[in-house]
């Protein structure tokens, strides 16, 4: 298993994390013919999306529509003992872990595909995503 370790600046904020996950997958230094991907987010305020990062507005819409659909301070239980809870829910909605697949050792996005990761209670120092290579 890979690790990428990141901090995240802003209170909800997408960031981008295919460049490294690239990286990782030179790293593992292996000739995959065929294979999974699996990109795994341990938090429970944090999220895994797969989405365009090619133009900052759809970042920027995705964002708001999330503060829409999960707005802060809504009466949630949770918020009586760290008042995040629309951070939580964002995160279950999006849901914390993908699974791509790789051909000779390239993942096999779409064009307009990018794997991110979404913070959702930010700012954090320390954000991990694990990543895990499955070869057939
Ligand atoms: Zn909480």
Redesign the pocket.
């Known amino acids: 298993m890979e690790e990428i370790v990141f901090s995240t600046e802003k209170e909800m904020q997408i960031v981008q994390l295919t460049a490294m996950i690239n990286e990782k997958i030179e790293e593992f230094n292996r000739d995959i013919e065929e294979g999974i991907l699996h990109v795994y987010a341990p938090h429970?305020?944090g999220a895994i999306m797969i989405n365009e990062s090619a133009d900052p507005n759809i970042q920027e819409d995705i964002i708001n529509k999330l503060k829409d659909l999960f707005p802060k301070g809504d009466n949630y239980k949770?918020?009586c003992?760290?008042?995040?809870?629309h951070?939580?829910l964002i995160s279950t909605f999006l849901g914390c872990s993908e699974t791509f697949p790789i051909r000779n050792n390239e993942l096999k996005l779409g064009t307009w595909q990018d794997i991110s990761f979404v913070e959702t209670?930010g700012p954090r120092t320390t954000r991990k995503v694990y990543i895990q290579i499955i070869e057939k």
Do not use: G
């Open positions: 429970a305020t949770h918020n003992i760290d008042n995040n809870a951070s939580h209670d």
